[in-house]
């Protein structure tokens, strides 16, 4: 069994930036991406899930490393100064490597 190496590129934010990191990440050249609603707590204060609108999602996008490198550049510069929002990455390993 073949694996390939990728990057994991985990974004937390309020679900008011939905759309423009949609647009991030298809300029960026991710592939795929997947979102859900999450609650939590951190410097911004409590973020209920209660109202979809005003809560937080996470994104998460699998992508090889020159993609998660511009889409973290990107996300310090454009959104950061914007929206409450971490961002992260990780190493992962795919089996379908084709595919990102």
């Known amino acids: ?3 390939y190496p990728m990057k994991r590129v985990t974004i937390v934010t309020e ?3 939905r759309e423009a990191i949609r647009r991030l990440l298809a300029e ?3 592939h ?8 939590g707590a951190g410097a911004q204060g409590e973020r209920p899930a209660d109202i ?8 998460e996008v699998i992508a ?3 993609v998660a490198e511009e889409l973290l550049g990107r996300l310090h510069r454009e ?3 914007k929206y409450a929002m971490i961002a992260y990455e990780s190493e992962v ?6 595919k990102f």
């Open 32 to 39: 795929g991406y997947t979102i859900f609603p999450v609650e």
């Open 28 to 30: 960026a050249g991710a």
């Open 93 to 98: 390993r795919v089996l379908r490597g084709d």
């Open 64 to 66: 090889r490393p020159a």
């Open 15 to 17: 679900a008011l930036a």
């Open 79 to 81: 959104f950061f100064p």
């Open 1 to 3: 069994m073949t694996t």
């Open 52 to 59: 979809a609108e005003f809560g937080n999602i996470q994104v």
